[in-house]
């Protein structure tokens, strides 16, 4: 019924915090330049360097500064309620539990910046 969907939708969530999973089936088949990765909290804090980051990776001109600004303000609608903080321990139960997928996902890139991926503050 309605109450246990919301608990799988929910448990869901988890499992797709596993990166690695995913990625290392998409690159058994595409090679590794074909996937730009970004940080989303590069993206929040810096819109206008990580557009340029994807219009760069699919070989299209990239817009002016003016462009990219405009783009950055039409993202996510900004209406909702703001979240509550998550509580310290609850942050702390969580990069627990995600650590073994987090050191599999900077293996399988080779890329040691996803270390910090899930730190709050998020680190530059």
Not at 1 to 19: I, K, L, N, S
Not at 63 to 68: F, G, I, M, N, Y
Request: charged share 25%; aromatic share 14%; glycine share 4%.
């Amino acid at each position: 019924g309605p109450a246990e969907e919301q608990v799988f939708f929910h448990a869901d969530q988890f499992q797709r915090g596993m990166y690695a999973i995913f990625l290392e089936v998409w690159l058994r088949h595409f090679p590794r330049d074909s996937f730009l990765l970004l940080h989303a909290e590069r993206y929040f804090s810096d819109p206008g360097t990580t557009m340029k980051q994807v219009f760069s990776f699919l070989g299209m001109p990239v817009p002016d500064a003016e462009v990219l600004q405009a783009i950055a303000k039409a993202g996510p609608a900004k209406h909702h309620k703001p979240r509550p903080l998550m509580l310290p321990e609850a942050r702390q139960i969580l990069l627990e539990f995600y650590q073994p997928w987090t050191k599999e996902l900077v293996e399988l890139l080779g890329d040691p910046s996803w270390r910090d991926h899930n730190t709050y503050p998020p680190k530059a």
